[in-house]
């Protein structure tokens, strides 16, 4: 057997070539290519980054850490509610209300307890104020407000009875009443009636009419 590289003999059954050393291609054996098997490159495939993942992770115009700041803001800023301007506007209009209420109150208080004394004060200014205080004023004493306003007692005769007549047309007396008490008579007793939460009592005796007024 010749060693097929150097081509010295080799004695039978040897597998090495006694002078290369080479090893031996024995007969049924096939030859083994002596060049060195092709080395296989690993493909790198590089991908370009997203647009989305490269402003994430590197934002162009700000630092990492304001960056980070600002975007935890906007996920826990809360959205803007109108909570505040639905409270100022009900607190608005509760103040208005109770104003409205304590204002009606003030006035029904002062056109119920004050009418009486106010009906007078109106009357004096459209007389004479000589005539006024001889008939109204003085000894005579015509208009008594009692009960803390409640009460109007008027004593009225022939000189003053325009007076007298003036404090119901303040006080919004219906003609009717004012019908009944000039037509009535000594024989008719007391006399009553009432309008607008007013009660007049009257009774005609001495030509003298005496007219009380309740609230």
Request: some cysteine.
């Amino acid at each position: 057997m010749y060693c097929h590289k150097c081509g010295a003999q080799s004695a039978p059954g040897q597998r090495f070539c006694p002078q290369c050393g080479t090893k031996l291609i024995l007969s049924g054996e096939p030859a083994q290519s002596q060049t060195s098997p092709e080395t296989k490159t690993p493909s790198v495939v590089v991908s370009a980054p997203s647009a989305e993942s490269s402003y994430s992770s590197n934002p162009p115009t700000q630092s990492n850490s304001n960056w980070q700041i600002q975007a935890a803001q906007s996920v826990s800023r809360p959205a803007p509610t109108k909570s505040g301007t639905s409270t100022t506007v009900v607190v608005t209009v509760a103040v208005i209300v109770a104003a409205i209420i304590v204002y009606i109150g003030v006035g029904l208080w002062t056109t119920r307890y004050r009418s009486f004394q106010s009906a007078i004060n109106a009357c004096e200014t459209q007389f004479d104020s000589d005539d006024w205080d001889s008939n109204v004023g003085g000894e005579y004493n015509m208009f008594n407000i009692g009960d803390n306003g409640r009460t109007l007692t008027i004593t009225a005769n022939s000189y003053n009875y325009a007076i007298a007549q003036c404090v119901y047309d303040e006080l919004n007396m219906p003609n009717s009443i004012q019908t009944k008490i000039d037509h009535t008579r000594p024989i008719d007793g007391t006399q009553t009636d009432k309008w607008n939460g007013i009660t007049a009592t009257w009774t005609y005796s001495d030509d003298e009419l005496t007219v009380i007024l309740e609230h």
